[in-house]
């Protein structure tokens, strides 16, 4: 394929559309629209940026053929922006919920874009109607480890376009902007997911932590399982379903953050090794329905995992209120494959959330791509992550 020397010198100043590192999940195939670019999962929070100076071309609705297959919602729900940055050459930046720019703006490299849907990305580089492999654009997309994109360098770095641009508007504006990328580097996207297992949503402001009166707390309705022994194994039946297996609700749920809005992480529930849930009155919405409970001396077990977390070093709070020592709750909780840590509370119906008694926290260190494994044996009714 023959290229100019003018296309050529615009495609070499093309830089990954994120400001830090991203891990492939596909690849460029060049074999229809799907694999006609590179998609990547980004760090919660941070921007999606132009990859060089161009116009915004055109704003397309398009969900990527493999995360669903509804057409409809293919076409309304996930935003593309397609950028023309001259001499027959394009770029498609997709999965925003959000956009910030419109056709015809100017946009400079690491100008933010929009907000995404997830923290997947897609990305494309076409020049006229042939795709071109990102990752042979120049040696800033070269992987490392073969998985992980170097980004565009921080926050305060990724946008040498934008700061040229902004010379011409005076020293105060690169000023102000470079402090304000500083600060948002110092204190990342505030994280907060909270999961009340009160079945009803009656549960609303603060716990032992939040942001505001106003945290949105998701709802978990716990599925109950029935364990029967059978030829030393047991098999799980689902109250409300028949066979192996027939649960009567799904058990991953989709959890919104603090503001209500989506957020990435899910809370996955594990088969466990007993289950069941009753009910109890308490002082607060959160502890009306119990998960796990006691037959007699022996608790209940039930094992839980929060995936999709953003990396980040994060504050866990476990909540139980029910159950006289030494048969209170106990908490297992680990990172990755890593080795549990266990924590008993004191449980005493009180006025407010106290550690060690309607609750025990936990200070996790969650990686990329990691997740978070959750058993209780006893009670649990409710959770909050954090990112500290």
Known sequence: ????TESLGTIVKLRPPFARSALMLFPFTGEGRVNSGITVEMVVGEPAVAAGAGAVEKIISSFPQWQTNDEA??????????????NNVTTTVGGFTTVDVKPGQTVYRGDKLGDLYTNQLFFSVALGQKALNPLALNSHWLPQNGAVIAGQGGKIRFA?????RDLSAGVTVVLHSGLKYFK?????????????????GSKVG???TGIAATDYWNVYTPTDFLATASYACYY???????????FSAAPVLNLNNYAGTRSPAVLERVAPLFSAASGAASWDDMLKLWIGGY?????YENTFRLRNIPAGVYNLYLYANQ????????????????LPTAQTNNPSVTPGFVEGVNYVKYSLTVPASGYVTIKTVGYMSGLQMQRT
């Open 236 to 246: 799980y039946y689902g109250y409300g379903g028949s066979g192996y297996f027939a």
């Open 160 to 164: 040498p376009d934008r700061l040229v």
């Open 206 to 208: 603060l716990a032992a």
């Open 73 to 86: 919602l293919r076409r309304t729900t996930v935003k593309h922006i397609i950028i023309n940055h001259g």
């Open 323 to 338: 159950g006289v020592f030494p048969t209170a709750s106990t908490f297992y909780v680990s990172v990755n494959a890593g």
């Open 184 to 200: 948002q580097l110092l204190e990342p996207t505030p994280f907060l997911v909270n999961v009340a297992f009160n079945g009803d």
């Open 1 to 4: 394929m023959n290229i100019s």
């Open 295 to 299: 037959l007699g001396p022996i608790p």
